[in-house]
């Protein structure tokens, strides 16, 4: 019996305990494949690379059993998961992504209420200005997308001491540190944050979530951070907050992306942008090898799979 083909973008010598019985391919998103397709088994979804090449090689994986990403999110393979035969289970990275986005998420918030950016452009200057900002501590922050990137936040969040934390998932449940709120709680939440947080997965659902009407429950003065997927914020929406100086932003992640030069968020007033790095740090490969190790070791021994999203053919995919 010949066996399976994974597909990598990993070189698979560089993945300690990596399960025997498979035949490991490194592709890393490259113009040509490391084998036919129609061979691949377990396809993992090259990280960080344009939408056009991961979905490159998903019309001819007619024997893939799973697609797994290194994301947090799947929106970028969703929309090729009608060309896959049913019964493929696609899984997320669950486990890789918290601690690197959980980071830059709490970066960005105390960046933005101290007025780092300020010191910076002062500093190219050679001015020392001072002055009062804004602190984290006695802060009410709302975290929307409760889920395991939202709740490492929180944990960082402790030691700041926040006066309150909200938090908003899909639908509501209870956590040891207090109830998760469902989305249509939303509004009625936002006028007491000072800080909201976006941590949501891109869905129809959530396509610009934050909207006009989303950002007027906001509070005056209220900081928006969005380390999740741009398409959740209507961009002309916010830049009218901007601009007014009613609100202010920090955002891992823009619509469009990544955002071209000239674009007006560029030089919108209270406007933190970072080129959608959350996720690559030096925590992210070790966290990603040993999910790969795991999964592909339940894969070969037959046992369930961790982070399954979806499978085609059961769920309208």
């Avoid at 088994?41 to 939408?51: D, E, G, S, T």
């Avoid at 049913?86 to 970066?107: D, W």
């Avoid at 823009?254 to 007006?264: Q, S």
């Amino acid at each position: 019996m010949t066996a399976a083909d994974v597909w990598l973008p990993v070189p698979p010598e560089e993945i300690d305990g990596l399960p025997e019985g498979l035949n490991y391919r490194f592709w890393n998103g490259e113009e040509d494949f490391p084998a036919d397709p129609a061979d691949c088994a377990y396809y993992v979804v090259p990280y960080m690379r344009p939408v056009d090449v991961v979905l490159r090689p998903l019309a001819r994986l007619s024997s893939v059993q799973v697609v797994q990403t290194l994301s947090a999110g799947t929106d970028a393979v969703e929309p090729g998961l009608k060309d896959l035969p049913p019964g493929v289970r696609l899984c997320n990275a669950r486990g890789v992504h918290e601690a690197s986005t959980a980071e830059l998420a709490l970066a960005l918030i105390l960046a933005s209420l101290r007025g780092v950016p300020d010191f910076v452009r002062a500093q190219d200057r050679g001015e020392w200005r001072g002055g009062f900002r804004p602190a984290l501590a006695d802060r009410n922050v709302l975290i929307v997308g409760y889920g395991s990137i939202g709740s490492a936040i929180e944990d960082r969040l402790v030691p700041f001491e926040v006066a309150r934390v909200a938090r908003v998932a899909r639908s509501a449940r209870t956590t040891a540190r207090g109830p998760v709120h469902p989305l249509t709680d939303l509004h009625a939440l936002l006028p007491d944050a000072d800080v909201v947080v976006l941590v949501t997965p891109l869905t129809e659902t959530t396509r610009h979530l934050v909207n006009a009407d989303f950002l007027a429950r906001m509070k005056d003065g209220a900081l928006l951070v969005n380390v999740a997927r741009g398409p959740i914020v209507d961009t002309k929406a916010l830049l009218a907050e901007l601009e007014s100086g009613r609100l202010t932003a920090a955002l891992d992640v823009t619509d469009p992306e990544p955002l071209p030069p000239g674009h007006p968020l560029w030089q919108a007033p209270g406007v933190l942008i970072s080129p959608h790095v959350g996720g690559p740090t030096s925590a992210f490969l070790p966290r990603a090898k040993r999910l790969l190790v795991d999964q592909l070791n339940r894969f070969v021994n037959r046992e369930p799979l961790r982070n399954v999203i979806l499978t085609t053919g059961t769920t309208g995919v």
